[in-house]
């Protein structure tokens, strides 16, 4: 999973978009992904989804603009979150559900997986 | 060793203290302590009277406003006094920690030792208004609790600085509550901060609303996204995930 890297790295560019929190719990047979998007209306969230992968983009419903802060930037601001996230399994995207409340985005994804009961001799 | 010698707790200016009540609200689970005790201090207009120094803190200081500060900050008056951090605790800091601010709350004679933290609460996301409990370290505290009608934890096990922190008070002879305010586990939970402060009010006293905490909530969500990565990665090392576990002695 990518979640020790996307803990451990700046959570913001200079592309406009901000690495929200996200946090990825894996329930054997789901996969359970929260992102944390404050200043985000539930229609401006974009979610899609490959076999392997989620990818997050959420506008904020007005821009943030960090001044006077830090040596280089100076001045930043920021537009969306964005985000994707690699999983090492495969998931169902078509079976993907999602709900968004007060500016918690959760995400249940099915693992793609064929299983067969084992008889015993 | 005196553990407590590896942390220095340094007084600006000369408060004569007046058997204040002592507010921790140092970073933990969905930084509620924090939040809560930076929205008193901004609220009350509290001056800074102090910082705390340790060669196990990490290598940084914070810039504001132009002025060089400590990231471990006392702020207060002669009645309360608040302590709160901008960076994440490292866990080889906690004993020493606590036992320093252990040592000064006996030193200035804190009547009370008030630690506000979270409960993570898996249906955060479902609960409207977040509850809070309370942990008490003596039978002054637990009455006082009680007085007040907070509700107790009443088995389980809590982990982390504001833990360590009851325990050092007894040592001490102090009375030390914790209080802790259900909330997101790694995301910044302001309406638990809202609720703490709810809380924190029938021992204060002071009449902190939190009607604007609640306004200004994702604005203090996106400032506190950096202190809560940062504090998220030190959980596990802060034994957190045994606040989930059932004690063998459950009753």
């Known amino acids: 999973m990518e979640i020790e890297r996307g803990i451990t790295k700046a959570m913001w560019g200079y592309d406009g978009n901000l690495e929200p929190l996200y946090d990825v719990e894996d329930k054997g047979a789901e996969i359970h992904v929260t992102f944390d998007l404050p200043r985000v209306r539930k229609e401006d969230v974009e979610i899609s989804t490959t076999e392997d992968t989620i990818e997050v ?23 969306a979150f964005k985000k994707q ?36 001799d | 060793m005196n553990m407590g010698e590896l942390v220095r707790i340094v007084e600006e200016g000369a408060v004569v203290y007046n058997n204040p009540i002592v507010i921790e609200g140092l970073p933990d689970v969905g930084l509620v302590g924090t939040i809560a005790a ?86 955060r996301m479902d609960i409207e208004k977040p509850e809070v409990f309370a942990v008490g370290n003596n039978e002054d505290a637990m009455k006082k609790l009680k007085d007040k009608q907070v509700d107790l934890l009443e088995e389980g096990f809590i982990a982390g600085t504001y833990a360590i922190m009851q325990r050092e008070c007894s040592k001490k002879d102090l009375s030390a509550i914790s209080l802790l305010a259900q909330c997101y586990p790694v995301y910044p939970d302001p309406g638990a901060a809202a609720s703490a402060i709810e809380s924190l009010e029938k021992f204060l006293e002071l009449g902190i609303d939190v009607a604007e905490l609640n306004e200004r909530a994702e604005e203090i969500k996106l400032k506190a996204r950096d202190l809560m990565r940062q504090t998220a990665l030190s959980a596990p090392e802060m034994q957190k995930d045994v606040e989930q576990d059932m004690p063998i002695m459950y009753q």
């Open chain 1, 57 to 79: 983009i959420a506008k904020m419903s007005n821009t943030v603009c960090w001044e006077r802060w830090g040596g280089i930037q100076k001045r930043i601001t920021f537009q």
């Open chain 2, 38 to 123: 930076s929205y008193a201090v901004e609220k009350m207009g509290y001056k800074e009277i102090g910082y705390i120094e340790s060669d196990l803190f990490p290598p940084v200081m914070v810039i504001h406003k132009g002025k060089l500060k400590s990231p471990f900050r006392i702020y207060g008056d002669e009645n309360v006094v608040i302590v709160l951090s901008e960076v994440a605790i490292p866990p080889n800091a906690v004993y020493p920690l606590t036992e320093a601010l252990a040592d000064w709350f006996k030193a200035i004679s804190a009547k009370l030792v008030i630690s506000i933290t979270g409960l993570p609460a898996k249906d």
């Open chain 1, 85 to 120: 996230i690699r999983f090492p399994v495969h998931i169902d995207p078509e079976k993907a559900t999602a709900s968004f409340k007060n500016g918690i985005l959760r995400i249940n994804l099915p693992k793609m997986r064929r299983e067969v009961l084992v008889g015993i």
